[in-house]
């Protein structure tokens, strides 16, 4: 079996793969560290599971992480839309994601293309014939749906922004640093990610669908079944839209300075008061694409 883990950038000069903070990840692994999901349940670690073992490849998911007919199953979560290079063509625009656009900017539009083609080639290699490889992926369905941008509650996004702006007024940042955001990542529609399949002669699609999960912290808040206050639940949840999106905020500040972390503590602080002000707006609902991928008999 074969899994594909987040793969998210620390700044817009290193890849991921090579600065990636993962000994939290085998910490849990090894039963070193206890997990809890959203709902507060222990997540069992993968030792005191029978006959499971743990084995990592240090290898980016747009190559080639194993060898050829070796892998029976392979599953990703939420990972393939981070992408190899770093375009950054959002830099002193209006938007700093490129699912926020209007038109979706050419330079990830095309990055994430050659990318996508890049992981399906490396997947069809790696599996062996009848395979499989299931991949689930954040998307912008026919809805206009992303991730965090819904029919429910405000746009996470309006929410980043707005955090972010508010470091301008508080003299904080510059201009240049305000418009400096730019994500890595692409939200494919469900066209972009079937639309190089029939270029990939060892690989069929079995089945594709689109679905919005509810963001569980918002639910289980709403629904009064956390127990928090207000305030509480901003600082509950505003961390889980922390762990991937401080890095990239954090390189629109500019190289020299050397209070980047008091900046970034400012920013977070600024988002969990907005959400203490209203906290049924605010969540971050999933959009996904659920595919599943067979390498064809010979």
Request: glycine share 6%; charged share 25%.
């Amino acid at each position: 079996m074969q899994h594909f883990s987040t793969q998210a950038p620390i700044d817009t000069d290193v890849l991921s793969i090579y600065s990636n903070e993962w000994q939290s990840v085998f910490n849990h692994a090894l039963g070193l560290k206890s997990v809890s999901d959203a709902y507060g349940k222990a997540i069992s670690n993968p030792y005191a599971l029978d006959n499971v073992f743990v084995e990592a490849c240090g290898v980016g998911f747009h190559n080639q992480c194993y060898a050829s007919n070796s892998i029976d199953f392979g599953v990703s979560f939420t990972a393939m839309h981070w992408l190899s290079a770093f375009p950054s063509s959002l830099r002193g625009e209006q938007y700093m994601h490129a699912a926020r656009c209007p038109v979706s900017p050419l330079a990830e539009k095309e990055q994430a293309a050659q990318d996508w083609k890049s992981i399906l080639q490396a997947r069809a290699k790696e599996l062996i014939p009848g395979g499989r490889f299931v991949c689930v992926n954040f998307s912008k369905n026919e809805d206009g749906y992303f991730l965090g941008q819904t029919d429910a509650g405000e746009s996470m996004w309006d929410s980043f922004q707005t955090a972010w702006d508010q470091l301008k007024e508080q003299n904080l940042i510059d201009e240049e640093e305000r418009l400096g955001i730019s994500f890595p990542n692409y939200y494919r529609t469900q066209e972009e990610f079937l639309e190089c399949v029939d270029d990939i002669d060892d690989l069929k699609v079995v089945s594709i669908e689109e679905k919005v999960v509810r963001c569980p912290y918002r639910e289980l808040y709403v629904s009064g079944k956390s127990g928090k206050s207000a305030r509480e639940y901003a600082e509950w949840f505003v961390p889980t839209t922390r762990t991937w999106s401080h890095s990239t905020f954090k390189s629109a500040l500019k190289a020299h300075r050397e209070d980047k972390e008091e900046v970034m503590t400012q920013f977070w602080g600024n988002y969990m008061s907005l959400v203490e002000k209203n906290p049924e707006a605010h969540g971050m609902d999933y959009v996904h694409a659920y595919i599943v991928f067979e390498k064809k008999e010979e």
